[in-house]
């Protein structure tokens, strides 16, 4: 059951990602090309389900340069990163392979620093994007079960 919460919890963080990104990017084009229409399109970007209030406001983190790292939106790189972990997790639930899950371990763990930062970002402002909170609630709990395999599994699971 643990590497089906860990397939689960990766799909998962695979659709965030990608409404992200795809919030990301209306976002960046409302900023970079304002106008009388961007106001309809921001009103219209600020009422999705992830902008709660002013400081629970996805579009209002986006729109701010914090939420970009070397200029690269954050949900781009959360876009490649929870795809390769959905690959590794399916290969690991197949393979039982110790190597794997510790490579899914590895990846989590950096996606936790790169998380920090951003969350980081989001104190210092003081607005959180809930779907970014989601995403490191899902990469935790990866981390968490991939910890729990190897620990549970060192001896079992091949190398």
Request: charged share 10%; with cysteine.
């Amino acid at each position: 059951w643990l590497f089906i919460s860990i397939i689960n919890l990766t799909f998962l963080g695979i659709i965030n990602a990608f409404y992200l990104s795809y919030e990301a990017h209306q976002i960046s084009q409302l900023v970079s090309q304002p106008s009388y229409w961007t106001l309809f399109q921001w009103w219209f970007v600020k009422n999705t389900f992830c902008d709660i209030n002013e400081t629970f406001s996805c579009s209002s983190f986006m729109a701010n340069p914090a939420s970009k790292l070397f200029w690269i939106p954050f949900p781009y790189i959360a876009a490649i990163v929870y795809p390769i972990l959905f690959i590794l997790s399916l290969i690991a639930f197949r393979a039982k392979s110790n190597n794997i899950v510790r490579a899914i371990f590895i990846l989590s763990l950096m996606w936790i620093a790169f998380n920090s930062i951003i969350i980081s970002r989001e104190f210092t402002l003081w607005v959180f994007c809930p779907a970014c909170l989601m995403c490191t609630a899902y990469i935790v709990s990866i981390a968490i079960l991939s910890g729990i395999i190897l620990k549970n599994n060192k001896k079992v699971i091949s190398k």
